[in-house]
Nanobody, 123 residues
Framework: QVELVESGGGLAQDGGSLTLSCAAS????????VGWFRQAPGKEREFVAA????????YYSDSVKGRFTVSRDNDKNTVSLQMTNLKPEDTAAYYC????????????????WGQGTQVTVST
């Protein structure tokens, strides 16, 4: 079983930056694709970014492309989400998730989820 823990959330100003981290507190996702999702109040959870097992291929939603960067360090068993030029619309609880599979595709299901970390961007 893989247990994930997110960290790095907090309050940022419009145009500011934050970096979120996802670590496996139990198990390993070295060979798993990892995704980031977010959910704002009153909204459904949405896909943000994903990275395949090797880190060579990444995927982003249109709303964050060019502003967010997902990366991973498999030796440390961590995945990061670097967020720049944050906007109030980015305010949400952010979750990392891993799937039993090396690659990502649109609509892929994820098997393991973290507890979430709150990101709030002020105007």
């Amino acid at each position: 079983q893989v247990e994930l823990v997110e960290s790095g959330g907090g309050l940022a100003q419009d145009g500011g930056s934050l970096t979120l981290s996802c670590a496996a507190s139990q198990g390993s996702f070295r060979y798993y694709a990892v995704g980031w999702f977010r959910q704002a109040p009153g909204k459904e959870r949405e896909f943000v970014a994903a990275i395949i097992w090797s880190g060579q291929d990444t995927y982003y939603s249109d709303s964050v492309k060019g502003r967010f960067t997902v990366s991973r360090d498999n030796d440390k068993n961590t995945v990061s989400l670097q967020m720049t030029n944050l906007k109030p619309e980015d305010t949400a609880a952010y979750y990392c998730a891993a799937r039993r599979g090396a690659v990502y595709y649109t609509g892929a299901t994820f098997d393991f989820w973290g507890q979430g970390t709150q990101v709030t961007v002020s105007t």
